[in-house]
Structure formats: C-alpha cells, structure tokens
C-alpha cells in the first residue's frame, strides 16, 4: 500500500475532527447543551455513530462522546521509512473522519434547517436539489430492495464528470444494472448532480439517483442508509460494529466514484469505506491501494476510463451482473426444449452429419474479453438458402474470478440445453458433433444465430454468475474458420478427456450422476465413473465434481457407491438407491460394465451405441458421425431412436468414443477385446488409444483385427474376416450365454 495515501488520508482525517470539533464548540456557544439535534423523522438517531457504537445523540451534549471517539481513533502521523503495516491505522483515520462528519451534517440540520430539502424528490424550481438524509419512511420503501435482492446495492458518486455527458453515461449505466447511485460533494464547485439535470436526467429517489448533498461530508447518507437498512432488515443490533460491518461486506454492494482530483478529505472518506468492504474508484491519478484484505478485492484503484468505470467497479466489488432480459425475437425457456423440428418444419441446419458442427467453451483473461460481446463471422440467418446445410462453430470465452479451466466443459454441455430454450431452434449432440436444426417459424420471426450468443451470455450470466464474470461468444459459419476451431477443440476435449485417465473406479468411494438430459428421456440417469465418462462425451468424473462444486443443487449429485453387488458387471447398492430415486421408480437396478445385463440407461445424446453380434461372439459400435448402415442392422440414427428415450435395452448401449478404450468398458461381457466391427472414422479417430489398450491386454495386433465397414456390412460378411486373423472374441465364452 502507497504511504502517500496514507498520509494524504490520516492529515485529511485530522483536519476533519478538527474542523468538526470547531463547528461543535461554536453551537454550544449558540445553543444550550439540551438543544435537540439529529436527522428528521428517524429513529436511528445519527445511525452510523448508533450502528457501531450502540451511542444515542439526541442533543447537542450527546456529541461529545463520540467527537472524542473520533479523536481517539486517529493514528499517530505517518512519519519515516517504514511502509507496512498502514492498513489498520488508515481505516481508524477514516472511521473518525465519518464519525466526525456525521456531527458535521447533524450540525448542519441544527444552524441551517432548510438547507436540504424534506422530500423524496429535489424541488428544481425553486433551487432546491439536495435531499438530505433518508427519513424512515423513504428507509422502509427502499431498503428492503437492498435486502431482498431487487437492489444488489449502490453506488456512491462523489466529485464532477468531465462533461455531463459522461456523468450521464456512467449513472444510465448503474441504473440499468438496478443499482442506487448516491451523489455526494463537488468538485471545483461542479457535481454530478447538476451535470445530470442539465443533460436532463430526472433525479431524486424514484429514479434511484439520489442527490445527498454538495459537499463530502453528506456521503455519510449513504453509509448511514445502508446501516440503517441492516438494523431493520438485516436484524443486525446497534452497537455490534462487527456484524455490522461484514453485513455491508457481504450483502450489500457498494462502492465509490470519485470524479476529479482526490483531496485528503476525500482520502479520508475513502479510507473510511474501505471498513465496509466498499473499494474507490478514481478517474484520476491517485496511489493506489491494491492488495486485497478488507474489501472483496481492491481498496483503492486509480486512473480508470470513464468509459471502464461501471464495468470495472461491479468487478472490483464483485457485484455479479444479472442479465434478466434475454433479448431475442423468439420465445425462450426450458417449455422450448423437447420441442423438435422435424423435415418439413426445417428451414436449414448445421452439422447433423452433413457439415461440421462444433462447440467450444475457453476461460479467457479478464481484459481480452468484453462481456456480452457477440458476433458472426461469416453468413447468418437471412442470407442461409432454404434447405441447406452450413458449418458452424459457436465459440464462447468467459472470464471471471473465480473460474477455473475444470469449469470449461460443464458451461460448454449446457450450449445443448439453452440452445433447445429457443422456440422453433433444435440442438442435438455437443462437442464436434453438434447439431442445430433451425425451423421455418424461427426465421419469419427473425432468427439470427447471434441470438444463440445472446441466450449463452444472458444465461451463464445467470446461472454460473458465481464463477465467472464476463461472456463473450463468436459464431464462425466459415468452413475454414469452423475447421480451425474443431482441430483446437479436439485438442481440448482431448485434454480434458485425459484428466481420468489414470483413475480407476476402485480408488473413490463416491461417483457422479447427470440427469442433465431427462427433460428428453425422462427416466434417464447417467452414472460417471472415473472408467465410465458420460455416454455423451462431454462430462467425466472430474467434470461433474467441478459441477457440483458449482451447483450443489444442479444436476451432479454426488452417490455414495457403497455396497458393491457385482465387481464384474459394476452394480453397486448406492447407485441403485440413487437411480430409482431419480427415475422416480421406473429404473431400479443397472450396471455399469455390461451391455447384455442390465446396462445403463441411454439417451439421444450418446456418441456412440454399442450392439451384439450374437454369430461374431462379438460386439459392434457405431458413433453418431457414422452415417451409414452397420452389421446389426440399423444405423446410428435408427438405434438411437428404438432406445436413447432413456431405458436400459439388454444387448445396446451409449456411450462415449472416449469410454471404448477405458479399463472398464464392457468388461461384465469379456470387454475391449469383444470388440469386433467399428466404423473405419471411428477407428482411426481413436487408433492410438485402441493401439496402447490392446497392448496392455497382450494383444498388439488387435486393431488390425477389428473388422470395419470396407471389410464387411453384415455378421455374415465380416465373420470368415474375424476367423482369419483369430479375433479372440470368437475364443471367449459365447455372449449370449
Ligand atoms: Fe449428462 Fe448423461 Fe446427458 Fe451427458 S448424456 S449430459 S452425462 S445426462
Ligand atoms: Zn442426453
């Protein structure tokens, strides 16, 4: 922390005592010690110097106590070589200076009772702008909305803008957010206030800006509104300054401009704040106070645009942005989301094995980013051609805080879901294999794909505000734009996939569940494993921890395993319990590791649909890119169909390309080496993992085993295939038992 600031602070805490001691001893020149002092219709007597001290002032007597409390809380001066610790002197100096300007306004009221204006609203007519203190009337109207959320807090402007025109642009700004904005002191003779009625901006508490007063000393309002509100709503008791002041830390959001040159007065007040937990911002060059303690994050920062200012305050004090609108011409909400669009409704698509279709989520820095920020790149919506099919690639990067890279996946799988929320907008899949199916409806009604970054920003805002603080979405419809994120993507879904490698089922006690998808396949649970990741792909072990680390009420909800039932097929006692719950009854019992008993639930969101070949002895897989037919009779699409509505089908069933090579995979039917047909992308796509795996089993061979759709479509034609290299499925114990 800057020793300047703390000088200019603690010299400018002095002089205010000193200033108020004057003021005081001058009024009991004029009045009798009994005269009656304090702010109009109140019960909460000079609320701050109440709130934390529990010290009633009813007459002019009554402010010697806590006017030699200001005087003792002042630090000894800064002096010398030393530069740490000052934090702890700095907030006594500025805590007497609020003590001593909340006498300075009472005196005030007492020698110049018409000063301020007894009204919710400035009278500008007659001259009269400042409003005062806020009687209990006007506390019990508004200061609840501090409370029950529909404010999340205020921001206290002090000083002058450059222009008006900039001191309208910041205060639209925080009104838009719901904030109060409380004005305060002049610069130069200038304040925001009058800026703001020249530009023509109504003010007054109805329009949330409040115009306190003109000099620094009236900030105290502000602080004494929200103690205020803490001791009737907050249950908060006058006097226990502790809870007082971690109430205001946690609960209300608050924070300080200040426009123009910082005087030591003004340091003061800021160092005062700084007890609340309400950082200052500053447009000019002041030392700053950086490192993070009482506030949230930063004290004090300096030099900040005019244009960053509301920005980088609801970072800095970590007041999380509510989008409550979603901007788009069609309907939204999860009523939307098993909504389908089927031939004759589609206008055109992405992906849905004509074109490349990819979704990548990646936390950024918080300066490269610029929330809410969306754009094409490419052709959109008007200029698409009835029918066709286009390449699309929605790229999405947030910042925030407290994000981490384990968050990426779970806000990327929720691009499915908020997708679907759209009227006549279809999503299926996720990762590379997305798949969006825009209706004729969507487009008479305006649809552009920007309106799917508007949806992403708006809810992630929403529901992940605890983690991240800014979204910003990129929708590429250029082939070679596409491209270049679906290689960057594979790379992170790669990444990502790793993260379980080396785990194993039996080293943790708890699994995960997902229930993500049941809006579609109701009576679906999907269970994650370290060994089995989710059957679509897109969330492992690791990734529903992190989500529940996130949402302790959402989706992924921890399952205690407990007693195990079958090491080989993977039942386990807990997960039962668990599923039957969660499917509300219809599914009691399922295992992990097996396709031809009991096996896990499947919904449309599979990557790929394993199947028996009862003659091969063996097991076939095909993934959703697969377009064509299989030795088990049915396509991708087909199998999908007769059983991704969520039940457990003996002889098939989902999973992810990623799960085929963990140790698990279908070891209750004899596993990996059962594998006997792939389709040739699939193979490839994973030959390295198929190469590593088969090794460790003793069989190094064994890709070269695996029959694929050039050798053979039916188990007639691939068999004489399987018996020439010696599959070891056709040795195992036959299938079907
Ligand atoms: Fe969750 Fe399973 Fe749906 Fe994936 S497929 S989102 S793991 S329920
Ligand atoms: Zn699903």
Redesign the pocket.
């Given at each position: 922390m800057s020793r300047l600031v703390a000088f200019a602070a603690i010299q400018g805490a002095y002089n205010i005592v000193s200033k108020v001691e004057g003021k005081y001893q001058q009024a009991l020149k004029a009045h009798n010690a009994s005269t009656k002092v304090g702010f109009p219709n109140t019960a909460y007597y000079l609320p701050v110097i109440y709130s934390l001290i529990g010290h009633k002032v009813e007459t002019l007597e009554d402010m010697k106590k806590p006017l030699a409390f200001a005087r003792g809380l002042l630090p000894p001066h800064v002096k010398g070589a030393h530069h740490l610790p000052y934090l702890g002197p700095l907030l006594d100096a500025g805590m007497a200076a609020l003590f001593a300007f909340e006498i300075e306004e009472a005196l005030r009221y007492l020698n110049e009772p018409n000063f301020y204006i007894h009204s919710e609203d400035p009278d500008i007519e007659n001259g009269k702008i400042w409003v005062g203190a806020a009687d209990d009337i006007v506390l019990r109207k508004r200061g609840v909305e501090f409370v029950d959320g529909s404010a999340p807090g205020f921001a206290a402007i002090v000083g002058a803008a450059p222009t008006p025109e900039i001191a309208k642009m910041i205060v639209e700004d925080y009104q838009k957010r719901s904030l109060y904005i409380f004005c305060a002191a002049n610069q130069n003779g200038t304040t925001v206030i009058e800026q703001l009625l020249q530009a023509g901006v109504q003010v007054g508490w109805n329009t949330r800006i409040v115009p306190f007063g003109p000099d620094i000393s009236s900030a105290i309002f502000a602080l004494g509104f929200a103690n205020r509100a803490a001791m009737a709503f907050g249950g908060v008791q006058p006097g226990d300054y502790k809870k007082m002041l971690l109430y205001n830390k946690d609960r209300i959001f608050a924070f300080v401009n200040a426009l123009g040159d910082v005087n030591a007065e003004w340091a003061a007040a800021a160092a005062g704040c700084v007890n609340w937990g309400f950082p200052t911002l500053a447009d000019t060059d002041i030392p700053e106070i950086l490192p993070t303690g009482i506030c949230t994050y930063e004290h004090v920062v300096a030099n900040v645009k005019h244009e960053e200012m509301v920005q980088k305050s609801v970072e800095i004090r970590g007041l999380k942005v509510t989008v409550s609108q979603i901007d788009i011409p069609l309907a939204f909400g999860p009523a939307y989301e098993g909504e389908r669009v089927r031939g004759a409704d589609l206008y055109c698509q992405a992906g849905g094995g004509k074109t490349q279709c990819t979704e990548l989520v990646k936390m950024a820095e918080m300066n490269e980013i610029e929330d809410g920020k969306v754009t094409v790149v490419g052709p959109d919506m008007p200029d698409m051609k009835a029918g066709s099919s286009f390449p699309m690639a929605v790229y999405v990067q947030v910042a925030g805080r407290q994000m981490q890279p384990d968050f990426e996946p779970i806000l990327e799988?929720q691009i499915?879901h908020l997708t679907n929320y759209i009227q006549y907008i279809m999503h299926i899949g996720q990762r590379d294999i997305a798949w969006v199916r825009i209706s004729k409806a969507a487009i008479e009604k305006g649809f552009s794909l920007k309106h799917i970054g508007v949806v992403l920003h708006a809810k992630f805002h929403q529901d992940f505000g605890k983690i991240l603080d800014k979204v910003q979405v990129t929708i590429y419809t250029n082939k070679e734009d596409v491209d270049k994120i679906t290689t960057r993507a594979r790379a992170e879904y790669r990444t990502r996939d790793e993260r379980v490698e080396k785990m194993r089922d039996e080293d943790v006690e708890t699994y995960y569940s997902?229930?993500?998808?049941q809006s579609f396949a109701p009576t679906?649970v999907?269970s994650?494993s370290p060994e089995r990741t989710?059957?679509?792909g897109?969330?492992n072990w690791m990734d529903c921890k992190a989500s529940f680390e996130i949402n302790p009420v959402g989706?992924n909800q921890p399952i205690e395993k407990g007693e195990c039932i079958d090491p080989k097929l993977g039942q386990w006692k807990g997960v039962n319990e668990f599923v039957a719950k969660a499917s509300r009854g219809a599914i009691t019992h399922y295992n992990f590791y097996s396709l031809m008993h009991s096996p896990m639930t499947t919904?449309g969101?599979?990557e790929c649909i394993a199947a028996t070949l009862p003659q091969c002895n063996g097991v076939m897989t095909v993934n959703r890119d697969y377009t064509g037919e299989t030795p088990c009779g049915m396509k991708f699409t087909t199998l999908a169909g007769v059983m991704g509505g969520g039940a457990s089908s003996p002889g098939f069933v989902g999973h992810s390309k990623y799960n085929i090579t963990q140790g698990k995979f279908l070891v209750g039917d004899g596993g990996f080496l059962r594998i006997v047909w792939l389709p040739k992308i699939l193979k490839e796509e994973i030959k390295e993992r198929i190469i590593k795996r088969a090794t460790a089993l003793g069989v190094p061979n064994f890709y070269d085993m695996i029959a694929d759709e050039t050798v053979g479509m039916t188990e007639e034609e691939i068999l004489p295939f399987l018996k020439k290299v010696n599959h070891p499925a056709l040795s195992m114990p036959s299938l079907i038992g």
């Open positions: 799988r499915h997902c229930t993500l998808c679906h999907c994650v989710g059957l679509c897109a969330y989706p919904c969101c599979c």
